[in-house]
């Protein structure tokens, strides 16, 4: 029972809408709780081939709850800490591709809930941000580990001190984002993008998703090492032989997640 998240699934796309807008969506316990189940749910329905996540209202996610964290001991906030980043592995785990359709503020947690998303699309009004050294505070959720994974280390570096919120615009200049749209074109376009990945091979955009994920933090020849590992998987299966069969014989492919 869900009574902050609304889900939607339609035709093996799923899409999850964060639903807290008296609190700008901000992560507490409960809410970090409820997605850890609907994101552990999506991972195991076979109908559901990729995922968006996005917010209601202004906000995408404003950040993890000032007002819960401020009353927590160091004990409590690190157990909320704990809850958040095993939020994040398990959506940078699972093999299904999700995308988090950027609406509006994603700031703290909530930059940081978009970073372990595999492709960020923003409309204009999103803004991005890891303010939390304004609050006394680092962030908790991965933001220093994620955010120069995807700027670089100068770049999160200046965001992690200034506390700077920035535009969309500006977070697409810097890699932070892939792709930003006007406002009422954003879920349009991310299910364009799903749609686009659904239509390859469910398990090699797994296996690439691993791949990716994995070797990123692998020295490189170990990293090579297991796409080699990965490329074995991906030619065990159907899907290989129908995608590389349909080309040469000039007709659709017709995947089956085999
Ligand atoms: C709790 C929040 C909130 C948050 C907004 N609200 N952000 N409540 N936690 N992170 C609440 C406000 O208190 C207010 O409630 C209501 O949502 C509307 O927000 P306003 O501030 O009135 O809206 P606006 O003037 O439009 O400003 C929007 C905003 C601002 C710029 C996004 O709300 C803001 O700066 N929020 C905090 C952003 C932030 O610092 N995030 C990082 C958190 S630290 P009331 O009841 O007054 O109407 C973090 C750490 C992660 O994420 C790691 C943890 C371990």
């Known amino acids: ?41 999506l991972r195991d329905d076979e109908e559901v081939r990729a995922i968006i996540l996005t917010g209601a209202g202004k906000a995408f996610v404003a950040g993890a709850d000032i007002a819960a964290m ?27 591709p999700v995308i988090a359709a950027v609406n509006g503020f994603a700031l703290g947690g909530g930059c940081e809930l978009s ?3 595999d492709i960020r699309i923003a409309s204009e ?45 500006r ?29 390859n091979g469910p398990i090699a955009v797994g296996l690439v998703k691993k791949a990716v994920n994995k070797g990123y933090d692998l020295p490189l020849r170990e990293a090579t090492s297991l796409e080699i590992e990965l490329e074995t998987v991906a030619f065990s299966t159907e899907d290989k032989t129908e995608g590389m069969t349909a080309f040469q014989e000039k007709r659709d492919k017709h995947f089956q997640n085999k």
């Not at 998240?5 to 969506?25: C, S």
């Not at 999103?126 to 050294?133: D, L, N, Y």
């Not at 908790?140 to 200034?162: D, H, N």
């Open 1 to 41: 029972m869900y009574t902050m998240l609304k889900k939607e699934v339609n035709e093996g796309l799923a899409i999850v809408t964060i639903d807290r807008p008296e609190a700008l969506n901000a992560l507490n316990n409960a809410l970090l709780q409820e997605l850890k189940d609907m994101f552990t749910e």
């Open 115 to 117: 970073m372990a998303c």
């Open 70 to 96: 401020n009353a927590m001991t160091p004990i409590e906030g690190r157990e909320m800490m704990i809850l958040g980043h095993s939020l994040m592995d398990l959506i940078e785990d699972m093999e299904k």
């Open 125 to 169: 009004k999103a803004k991005f941000g890891q303010p939390e050294t304004g609050l006394g505070i680092i962030p908790g959720f991965g933001g220093t580990q994620r955010l120069p994974r995807l700027v670089g280390k100068s770049m999160a570096k200046y965001l992690l001190f200034t506390s700077d919120v920035i535009d969309a615009e």
């Open 171 to 199: 977070a697409e200049q810097i890699g932070l984002v892939e792709k930003v749209v006007p406002v009422g074109a954003l879920m349009e376009e991310a299910e364009k993008v799903a749609r686009r990945i659904m239509a």
